[in-house]
């Protein structure tokens, strides 16, 4: 059974940082591309960050992204990592653990909840 976990949300105040994790069971987690998406409260599902098996990285092509948030990931503990800096109000949403490759089926976390307010 394929489970991704995630963890890490919460309640971060403007220009603070958050860090979520998701631990990945029943995949080939290293033959995977691991993402992080987001959906906001009358928005569509979009992507934030994915990391390739290679490690290649490609973030959404959005300014406010920009060298705010970074994804990692660590094979050996079959985990993603997404760092979130200098976070704000419109950062808040429930960000979603993806793991996807060509030919296979693509799964998803339950979603963490995130939240920018002071």
């Known amino acids: 059974q394929v489970q991704l976990v995630e963890s890490g949300g919460g309640l971060a105040q403007p220009g603070g940082s958050l860090r979520l994790s998701c631990a990945a069971s029943?995949?080939?987690?290293?033959?995977?591309?691991m993402g992080w998406y987001r959906q906001a409260p009358g928005k569509q599902r979009e992507l934030v960050a994915a990391?390739?098996?290679?490690?290649?990285?490609?973030?959404a092509d959005s300014l406010t992204l920009k060298g705010r948030f970074t994804i990692s990931r660590d094979n050996a503990k079959r985990t993603v990592s997404l760092q979130m800096n200098s976070l704000k109000p419109e950062d808040t949403a429930v960000y979603y653990c993806?793991?996807?490759?060509?030919?296979?089926?693509?799964?998803w976390g339950q979603g963490t909840q995130v939240t920018v307010s002071s």
């Open positions: 993806n793991a996807q490759r060509p030919m296979s089926s693509t799964y």
């Open positions: 029943g995949i080939s987690f290293s033959l995977y591309t």
């Open positions: 990391i390739t098996s290679g490690f290649t990285t490609n973030y």
